[in-house]
């Protein structure tokens, strides 16, 4: 199901799968950065990832954007390999600082993926909107010939987002993109979010250090732990979507997070 | 207050604050001007108050006269001396961004012939002048050797550096779209190196000229270290002070040409 409606109907059983690891061991040279993870993240779905510096959460994103190497165990996304999924385009990366080109204009930093990898083979696919209307869609309308630097650190991550759409990826990888910014700005890109992805029926993964931006975000919760890094828990978040902010005054919304943080903790 | 004073009065703070940027804007040129005005006049009246002989410090007065009356034969020296900079800048930044991004893509060759340009780079210019216009005799080319070696040095490590200045997620980023290097090379790496190689620029801007010069002092009958040269020689004090005055205006002019074309291609 592609309809962003479907996400509060978890379907048990046969769902079908985004990205999936099984027993993915992660190594850089003696050091173990992932060990035996097993995982399937159904399509459509917003999983959050939470975890101690050194847990390997962005080196997740990275060993499924095909980034770094799985040291052994299986890893695909739709069916395909990361590489193949990489050549068609599958998935996208929002990184944490937004690795804009400060020449391009916010325009052409959105259309920057539809200019590379036709070399390597790529089939670059058409999203339905033009990047224009994701700059729109964005939030940033007016502002498409501006350069980053004359982008606050808000807009400029979603233009990031907007450059991240721009091939129409069932996948969105996203590590830390908002950790960087202020209260009121990361609130304000967190519902923006939510409704890209209602809009959308995007897949997200995203990686954050803030317990209530995991809780507000994510449908479930996977919480890894460190040294070596490894899944602790998957916690089912059951708050219903459209999420306002106010959600986080709700006792339900605290239990949560109280209840991550004392996982956290032991982790 | 009714709507249309508030905005009269908003109106009113506007142009005070434009007064305001002129009156420092005029401030940052004045306060030099000034000061180099105040400098030419202690000289011309210590010249004169001192007695120092003409051949020895001329007045600033009697170096304009100079100038103006030598003028023809100024020009006629400039522009060997400015084309021998030019070509001398070109080459010798032309070969430090090519070397550079060799060196960028292939660590062998710059573990090879980097040590060989830093050595290159100790050799003082005046030493090596008499040599290159050994190998290349008395003409152009031997200007345009010694003009492009000045420039090459900054020019290399700078374009290096810029070259490799990009960041981790950028590269992340180009992997992750399937780049290929020659599209991370045009699209990421070379837009990414160009505030390094202007800075590069404008310093070998000036050099060159100093390059050239030192080129025609070792051997030349025309060009503005020649007759430098000459008019040392010749006690004609006033040509001399001219002609390094002209130098330098040579030098300012190209360094405001590549402070221009970097203002108006790094815009970010």
């Known amino acids: 199901m592609d309809t962003a409606h479907a996400h509060e109907t978890f379907a048990t059983g046969s769902v079908p799968v985004a990205a999936s690891l099984r027993n993915a061991f992660v190594k850089f040279g003696a050091f173990t950065a992932i060990e035996n993870l097993s995982l399937d993240v159904e399509k459509g779905s917003f999983y959050t990832i939470l975890g101690p510096s050194g ?59 539809l200019e590379m990898g036709r070399k390597r083979g790529v089939k670059i696919p058409v999203s339905d909107k033009s990047p224009t209307e994701l700059l729109e869609l964005v939030g940033l309308k007016g502002r498409e010939h501006a350069l980053p630097h004359e982008l606050s650190g808000g807009m400029r991550q979603r233009v990031a987002i907007a450059r991240a759409l721009v091939c129409k990826p069932k996948l969105l990888l996203m590590d830390e993109p908002f950790g960087a910014l202020d209260e009121m700005t990361r609130d304000r ?3 923006q979010l939510l409704q890209i992805w209602e809009e959308t029926g995007v897949t997200i993964l995203f990686v954050t250090h803030s317990i209530p931006e995991a809780v507000f975000l994510g449908q479930k919760v996977l919480m890894l732990q460190a040294h ?35 996982l956290l903790e032991t982790c | 207050m009714t709507v249309a004073e508030s905005a009269g009065v908003e109106l009113q703070m506007q142009i005070d604050e434009q007064r305001l940027e002129r009156r420092r804007k005029i401030r940052t040129i004045a ?67 090519l070397i550079a991004i060799t060196f960028v893509h292939n660590k062998t060759v710059e573990m090879a012939f980097f040590p060989i340009a830093v050595f290159i780079n100790t050799i003082p210019i005046l030493a090596i002048a ?39 997620q950028s590269l992340e980023l180009a992997r992750i779209l399937s780049a290929t290097k020659t599209e991370i090379f045009w699209k990421i790496r070379l837009p990414s190196s160009l505030p390094f190689l202007f800075s590069a620029l404008k310093i070998a801007a000036t050099t060159c000229v100093i390059g050239a010069i030192v080129g025609e002092w070792v051997g030349a009958d025309v060009g503005l270290g020649a007759l430098i040269i000459d008019s040392t020689f010749n006690f004609r004090s006033s040509l001399l002070y001219a002609t390094v005055f002209m130098s330098s205006g040579l030098s300012v002019f190209l360094f405001v040409v590549v402070s221009i074309a970097e203002r108006l291609i790094v815009r970010w």
């Open chain 1, 55 to 113: 847990c390997g959460k962005s080196t997740l994103l990275r060993l499924i954007s095909d980034l770094v190497p799985a040291a052994s165990g299986d890893v695909s996304i739709l069916g395909k390999s990361t590489e193949e999924a990489r050549l068609a385009r599958e998935f996208a990366f929002v990184f944490q600082d937004a690795a804009l080109l400060p020449w391009r204009t916010a325009l052409q930093n959105v259309e920057l993926p």
């Open chain 1, 189 to 191: 890109l967190n519902l």
């Open chain 1, 228 to 262: 070596p890094g490894r899944l602790r828990e998957v916690v089912d978040i059951n708050l219903p979507y459209p999420r306002e902010i106010k959600i986080r005054d709700t006792q339900e919304f605290t239990q949560y997070a109280s209840y991550l943080r004392e």
């Open chain 2, 31 to 97: 306060t030099p001007l000034a000061t180099v005005a105040l400098l030419l006049l202690c000289w011309q009246f210590g010249v004169r108050i001192f007695e120092v002989p003409k051949y020895i410090a001329p007045a600033p007065s009697d170096v304009a006269t100079t100038f103006v009356d030598k003028f023809p034969i100024l020009l006629e020296n400039f522009w060997p001396t400015f084309y021998e900079s030019v070509l001398g800048f070109m080459a010798g930044n032309l070969a430090a961004i």
């Open chain 2, 130 to 168: 008499p040599i290159l216009v050994l190998i290349f005799g008395a003409g152009l080319t031997a200007k345009v050797v010694i003009a492009g070696l000045i420039c090459f040095f900054p020019t290399l490590v700078n374009m290096v550096r810029g070259l490799q200045s990009v960041s981790d």
